[in-house]
């Protein structure tokens, strides 16, 4: 037999077996896209360019100010879509996006959910002045070391700076603690990676954490709220 017609009837057979395997692929690939996983924050290994200017939050800025006297009556998880918070940026910036929304809106990542802040708050409070706000007054600026271990799942070395200054000092005696509580609750949750709001966003939190099955979630227009006691178990959010 001679080898040239060896070749053709070798290639008759390898042909389709290669574009069956393709096709397997293809289906795969379509497969997992449709498949809801868990959230799209970056791995702590994901590295950063260096941060930019400078991150600290000015007490004198707060239009909010300080609340000394309320109490710490229990805790609330408050998670971004990012995708709203990004849409949000570019229209009003452009592409001279701010300090603050560049790590999380400009460099080419895509992320879902992430830690807007964890947020001691009292049972007594009515308004957000009500809760307890500035505890230490204003803090120095943490360590950058310490804020690019924690950018995976808050992408703004701004937000993680002013939410220990506002929140986690009246809980927290170092930003290392609060950073890592707030990381450590973020992670036991399995989020969306596609746009849910209201009921349909609550359902599918609940079918996907036992531990949010039979709790009362709260939700602001692109915002998820997560309570906690002070033994950090699930807890009804108090209703507005």
């Known amino acids: 037999m001679q080898p040239k017609f060896l070749l053709l009837k070798s290639l008759f057979y390898i042909i389709p077996l290669a574009l069956t395997v393709s096709g397997c692929f293809d289906k795969t690939a379509e497969k997992l896209q449709e498949t809801p996983q868990k959230s799209t924050a970056l791995s702590t290994q994901e590295s950063f360019p260096p941060i930019k200017n400078n991150y600290d939050f000015a007490m004198k800025d707060d239009k909010i100010g300080q609340n000394l006297k309320a109490n710490v009556d ?43 802040g964890l947020w001691p708050q009292s049972a007594t409070a009515r308004t957000v002045a009500g809760h307890p706000r500035l505890c230490k007054g204003d803090l120095p600026q943490v360590e950058e070391n310490v804020v690019r271990q924690y950018m995976a799942e808050s992408p703004s070395p701004n937000l993680l700076q002013a939410e220990w200054e506002k929140h ?24 969306p990676t596609v746009e849910m709001k209201g009921k349909e966003l609550f359902s599918w939190l609940r079918k996907n954490n036992p531990q949010l099955r039979h709790a009362y979630l709260g939700a602001s227009r692109d915002e998820l709220y997560i309570c906690y006691d002070l033994n950090w178990q699930v807890i009804n959010c108090p209703k507005q």
């Open 74 to 116: 229990y805790y609330m998880l408050a998670l971004s879509w990012s995708p709203s918070f990004c849409r949000t940026q570019y229209e009003k910036y452009g592409n001279n996006l701010p300090d603050s929304a560049e790590y999380q809106c400009g460099i080419k990542k895509k992320y879902g959910w992430v830690i807007h």
């Open 168 to 191: 986690g000092a009246c809980a927290f005696d170092r930003a290392e603690q609060y950073f890592a509580k707030q990381q450590a609750l973020y992670r036991t949750l399995t989020l």
